[in-house]
């Protein structure tokens, strides 16, 4: 397979092309031919006018690439090496919903055939791509994994808005359903990972590897989150302390924040679903979930109690929200906790403009039932930093004087004024 692919004897096809499937992609297509896949006819246009939907890549990177964009099955049929890199997400009850990648499995049972191989990139649980997936493959396509068709799982490490930490750069984890796929999808992959690739023992080693990945990442946030509520009723600065504790050697630099984008918030939900199955009831990994998720109510209660003791009547009130994406310079809202923070300070009656300078309004509304303002006041009685991009960073303490009242409250979440606002009352995370 890899001989072929080199000699453009063979395809490699990329299903979903979001902000994991595409720049994949492209990094293959300026080495092998590419089929680039989606059943979003509308970005599938945009990409073929080298435009990337999620607004991560440049024009740029779409020059000098062997990629076809597709949303026709006739034209995926001329792949012989499928990757997939669909969303999977959780339902409002946190549970896994693994239907993008089930119809995507069943896309490949329309096309796949004898001596094809299919690469699962997305976050699942140990065990998805073998239990839930190649079944359905196997259903549609008459065929039987292993025999007929090689499978293998590689985890996406794509991290939106990292310029740094880019696909080549980033050790890959490869597997396979037997030696033989181990070896052929690992050398796939180091034709566009120069920093190398971890063969994983097996497939659900490898997705075991990926969820755990995030899952540790989530467990850090949480401690961090629920040391600052503890902190904060003792009257001392988390951040203070954090940089203090920060000069031992060995002290993980974790900070505290809302936790939404598409795998922190979510990936610790598949791994705790499937323990769940098993009989085994997680209580660390969702004892930090529950923190994380309870961020929001709890930055809206201190809103609510800083308005109540400054003004008259609550309904009055005016908040801003600096910045709805899930991080800081991307224009992905999907997953932003932000959301949360607005929708909990609605529930108080209170009145909510947001601004972002990379977020759609249109998504927003779409998303989440609000626009973004264009047009900031000069009176809100508190204003909430919320996502620290990096144009708010230059902001000086006048900017803020002159949009609230003197008796307003700055929310600094993730403490990048601190030390530079004394004309408001000031408090973070």
Same mark, same amino acid.
């Given at each position: 397979?890899?001989?072929?692919? +080199? ?16 720049? $994949? ?12 896949? &989606? ?6 246009? #945009? ?8 607004? /991560?890549? /440049? ?7 062997? $990629? ?20 999977? *997400? ?40 073998? @239990? ?31 310029? /740094? ?5 980033? $050790? ?7 030696a033989e796929s181990l070896e052929e999808v690992a050398k796939v992959y180091e034709l566009v990972?120069? =920093? ?10 490898? /997705?075991?590897?990926?969820? +755990? ?8 946030? =949480? ?10 009723? #003792? ?20 900070? *505290? ?9 979510? &990936? ?26 309870? #961020? ?19 309904? &009055?009130?005016?908040?801003?929200? #600096? ?31 947001? $601004? ?13 039932g609000f626009g973004l303002v264009t047009d900031v006041a000069s009176n809100y009685d508190a ?13 000086? @303490? ?13 929310? &600094? ?17």
């Amino acid at each position: 397979m890899y001989e072929q692919l +080199i000699d453009k004897n063979k395809k490699l096809a990329l299903i979903g092309l979001g902000y994991v499937g595409l720049p $994949i992609a492209l990094e293959f297509a300026k080495k092998i031919s590419v089929i680039g896949f &989606d059943v979003n006819a509308k970005r599938v246009e #945009m990409m073929r006018n080298n435009i990337d939907p999620s607004q /991560e890549l /440049e024009a740029a990177a779409f020059e000098g690439c062997d $990629i076809e964009f597709t949303t026709d099955l006739e034209v995926l049929k001329q792949a012989n090496f499928f990757i997939v890199a669909v969303p999977t *997400p959780v339902d409002e009850s946190n549970v896994p919903d693994l239907m993008p990648i089930k119809r995507a499995s069943e896309t490949i049972g329309k096309v796949i055939k004898k001596g094809d191989y299919v690469v699962f990139e997305s976050t699942v649980y140990p065990g998805c791509t073998e @239990e839930d997936c190649v079944p359905i493959i196997e259903k549609l396509s008459g065929l039987k994994s292993i025999i007929d068709f090689k499978v293998g799982y590689s985890p996406e490490r794509i991290n939106p808005g990292d310029k /740094e930490h880019t696909l080549a750069k980033i $050790i890959k984890v490869v597997s396979g359903c037997d030696a033989e796929s181990l070896e052929e999808v690992a050398k796939v992959y180091e034709l566009v990972v120069t =920093a190398g690739v971890h063969r994983a023992s097996s497939i659900m080693v490898a /997705e075991a590897a990926k969820i +755990i990945e995030n899952t540790q990442r989530d467990l850090n946030i =949480a401690l961090m989150n629920e040391l600052s509520i503890i902190f904060d009723k #003792m009257g001392i600065n988390t951040f203070e302390v954090l940089e203090a504790a920060g000069t031992k050697w060995n002290f993980l630099k974790f900070q *505290p924040g809302l936790v939404g984008g598409h795998c922190i918030g979510v &990936d610790p939900y598949y791994l705790t679903h499937k323990a769940g199955q098993l009989g085994y009831h997680s209580r660390v990994i969702l004892a930090g979930r529950v923190i994380n998720d309870g #961020m929001a109510a709890y930055i809206a209660k201190k809103i609510l109690l800083h308005i109540i003791q400054s003004i008259s009547n609550v309904k &009055d009130a005016k908040v801003l929200v #600096m910045g709805a994406t899930f991080k800081e310079n991307v224009s992905d809202i999907r997953n932003s906790k932000v959301s949360d923070v607005v929708k909990e300070l609605q529930s108080y009656s209170l009145n909510v403009d947001v $601004i972002d300078p990379y977020a759609d309004s249109s998504e927003t509304m779409h998303e989440y039932g609000f626009g973004l303002v264009t047009d900031v006041a000069s009176n809100y009685d508190a204003v909430i930093v919320a996502v620290p991009h990096n144009s708010y960073k230059l902001l000086e @303490e006048s900017y803020f004087e002159g949009i609230t009242k003197p008796t307003a409250i700055i929310a &600094d979440l993730k403490g990048i004024y601190r030390g530079k606002i004394s004309s408001r009352q000031y408090w973070s995370l």
